[in-house]
């Protein structure tokens, strides 16, 4: 893979450069802000970007809004957002416009680095990859309209998974139920969330995240 990396903290910033350089991937650049970032990806076009949230000047949401940026004006790069913080606003932005190619995990919740490095693999790729701590708390935004009322204990525990990323196998292994018995609850689920004629993968994550601007 062909990757840029923003973050602010030099010591994780050259972590992440030998990890990824270790495991065969180009880091094309590692810089400490959103402005180079944005720099970066357009001299560059990356397969993915690593981008923290909180950035210099304000280290409040500056990578976070190059992320928004980046998913704009170039679709085609894979944006995996690893940080401490779960920023809600752009958050909701990033995840429900199109979950194609976007993932956002928790610094503090990644215990093993296959873990990241399937995750990025898998945005580099086109799919996603949510920490479930993240989704929980986006989803807490909107409890006053629970669109997921509808749905039975089994196709939550699917809808999770999904939001997660996984695929239908990786579902029946973990539920230990069959690849038919999840197909059949995924549909379920498209139909009760109001989804069955949204085309593409992404509404497997939009399930959960459609309707978490509303």
Known sequence: MRVILAEDSALLREGLVRLL?????????????????????????????????????????????????????????????????VEKRYATELLSTDSEGVGYLLKDRVVQ?????????????????????????????????DPLARLTIRERDVLD???QGHTNNTIAEQLHVSRSAVEKHVNAIFEKLDLSHTT???????AVLRYLGS
């Open 21 to 85: 350089a270790e495991e065969g991937h180009e880091v094309l650049a590692a810089v400490g802000d959103a402005t180079e970032l944005l720099a970066q990806v357009r001299q560059r076009q990356p397969d993915v970007v690593v981008v923290d949230v909180r950035m210099p000047p304000t280290h409040t949401d500056e990578g976070l809004r190059a992320a928004l940026e980046i998913r704009r004006t170039w679709p085609g790069v894979g944006v995996l957002v690893l940080s401490q913080y």
């Open 113 to 145: 680095v296959g873990e990241f490095l399937d995750a990025l693999q898998r945005v580099a790729e086109g799919g996603a990859a949510f920490d479930p701590e993240v989704v929980r708390q986006l989803l807490s935004r909107t409890r006053h309209v």
């Open 161 to 163: 998974r999904m939001a």
């Open 200 to 206: 593409g993968y992404s509404r497997r994550v939009l």
